[in-house]
């Protein structure tokens, strides 16, 4: 079940920015393009794309294999440099940062879920969730790991490795350690996209839950129309280009 520990502490802003309520914008790209040089010609990722999403807002980004999806999703997180264009997120020019302000905001402001879970395997379930409490030096941070592996439902399988859990089980834990820092945006590749269907719909239900009770802005990668159908905005991408932008849904995310 989730609880509060997943909500920003009373007062608690990401990295410093100005609180930020429902439908504005969390997040906004201006002619934001990605390419690589191929010898004497370029590969284009992705062509100049303009795109706002209002905080709070649940995005789908679908689109086929080489579409730019997960590109784009690491033009969000700061973990990729665009070619051209600015990202704006939680009011804050990410494009314009260096490496070590980009990296101190991003641990404050942006959670990040992998498809490959990427927990570090000699650590145990407590300890990937407080790898990045303890990077901030935060003195609670094996009270608060705890309280967010009660909140997935975890807290029998904290002194468990990686290598001991379920692909479900890693997911959560994964979950757990992306709102360690109580961060306004959550960003997903795949999340369900190693996992059965049962603990696939776990997982999306948990992701669900997160984003209706605490209004968290969550952009979640997937090729899959089911897991699309929960969000309350599809934005579809061919070729680096995006080719529909509606609302979707028939829950808006509200389901369990």
């Given at each position: 079940?989730?609880?509060?520990?997943?909500?920003?502490?009373?007062?608690?802003?990401?990295?410093?920015?100005?609180?930020?309520?429902?439908?504005?914008?969390?997040?906004?790209?201006?002619?934001?393009?990605?390419?690589?040089p191929?010898?004497?010609?370029?590969?284009?990722?992705?062509?100049?794309?303009?795109?706002?999403?209002?905080?709070?807002?649940?995005?789908?980004?679908?689109?086929?294999?080489?579409?730019?999806?997960?590109?784009?999703?690491?033009?969000l997180?700061?973990?990729?440099?665009?070619?051209?264009?600015?990202?704006t997120v939680?009011?804050?020019?990410?494009?314009?940062?260096?490496?070590?302000?980009?990296?101190?905001?991003?641990?404050?402001?942006?959670?990040?879920?992998?498809?490959s879970?990427?927990?570090?395997?000699?650590?145990?379930?407590?300890?990937?969730?407080?790898?990045?409490?303890?990077?901030r030096?935060?003195?609670?941070?094996?009270?608060?790991?705890?309280?967010?592996?009660?909140?997935?439902?975890?807290?029998?399988?904290?002194?468990?490795y990686?290598?001991?859990?379920?692909?479900?089980?890693?997911?959560?834990?994964?979950?757990a350690?992306?709102?360690?820092?109580?961060?306004?945006?959550?960003?997903?590749?795949?999340?369900?996209?190693?996992?059965?269907?049962?603990?696939?719909?776990?997982?999306?239900?948990?992701?669900?839950?997160?984003?209706?009770?605490?209004?968290?802005?969550?952009?979640?990668?997937?090729?899959?129309?089911?897991?699309?159908?929960?969000a309350?905005?599809?934005?579809?991408?061919?070729?680096?280009?995006?080719?529909?932008?509606?609302?979707?849904?028939?829950?808006?995310g509200?389901?369990?």
């Amino acid at each position: 079940m989730v609880d509060s520990v997943f909500s920003p502490a009373p007062g608690e802003d990401a990295a410093g920015a100005a609180p930020r309520g429902p439908g504005a914008p969390m997040i906004v790209l201006d002619q934001v393009s990605r390419w690589l040089p191929m010898g004497r010609r370029r590969l284009d990722i992705l062509h100049p794309l303009s795109l706002s999403i209002p905080s709070g807002q649940f995005v789908a980004v679908m689109g086929p294999s080489g579409s730019g999806k997960s590109t784009l999703l690491g033009l969000l997180a700061g973990l990729d440099r665009p070619s051209g264009g600015e990202i704006t997120v939680a009011g804050q020019r990410i494009s314009a940062m260096n490496e070590d302000d980009l990296a101190r905001f991003r641990g404050a402001t942006i959670g990040f879920v992998f498809q490959s879970y990427q927990l570090i395997p000699t650590l145990t379930a407590l300890e990937n969730v407080q790898v990045p409490m303890e990077i901030r030096a935060q003195p609670d941070a094996k009270e608060r790991a705890l309280a967010l592996l009660a909140a997935v439902d975890l807290s029998s399988r904290a002194d468990h490795y990686p290598a001991q859990l379920s692909g479900g089980e890693q997911q959560r834990v994964a979950i757990a350690r992306a709102f360690a820092c109580r961060p306004p945006v959550l960003l997903a590749d795949e999340p369900t996209g190693n996992l059965d269907t049962v603990n696939g719909a776990h997982i999306l239900g948990l992701l669900k839950q997160l984003h209706r009770e605490q209004g968290t802005t969550l952009v979640l990668v997937t090729h899959d129309a089911e897991i699309a159908r929960a969000a309350q905005r599809v934005v579809q991408l061919r070729d680096g280009r995006v080719v529909e932008d509606r609302s979707a849904g028939t829950d808006g995310g509200k389901g369990s």
